[in-house]
C-alpha cells in the first residue's frame, strides 16, 4: 500500500530520504526538548537570584552585555552618551 501511494505521487521522498528527515526531525525535537528544560532552569535560577534581593532586569542585561564583543559595547555606548548629550538628557 505504500508503494501504491509513492506511485501515485513520484515527487515522494525515496526511502532513504525518508529514514533521513524522520532523523533530522527527531534530533530538532530533541533539541527544543533540551531548550526548553534549560530555559526551565535559567528561569529558576533567576528566582533564586531575585530570592537573594538581586534585580533580575538589571542581572539579564548584565548577561546580554556580556555576550557583546568589548570593543563594539564600548562603541555603541559612546555613541549613546552622545545622542543622550545632543538632546539634553546627560
Not at 501515485?8 to 531548550?35: C, F, M, T
Not at 537573594?52 to 549613546?80: P, Y
Amino acid at each position: 500500500m505504500a508503494d501504491d501511494a509513492a506511485d501515485a505521487h513520484p515527487d515522494v521522498l525515496n526511502q532513504a530520504a525518508q529514514g533521513q528527515l524522520k532523523s533530522i526531525i527527531e534530533r530538532v525535537e530533541r533539541l527544543e526538548q533540551e531548550k526548553s528544560e534549560i530555559a526551565e532552569q535559567i528561569k529558576e535560577v533567576f528566582a533564586e537570584a531575585k530570592g537573594n534581593g538581586f534585580d533580575v532586569k538589571v542581572l539579564r542585561k548584565v548577561v546580554r552585555i556580556r555576550k557583546q564583543d568589548r570593543a563594539k559595547r564600548m562603541e555603541e555606548e559612546a555613541i549613546l552618551d552622545l545622542y543622550l548629550s545632543a538632546i539634553g538628557e546627560i
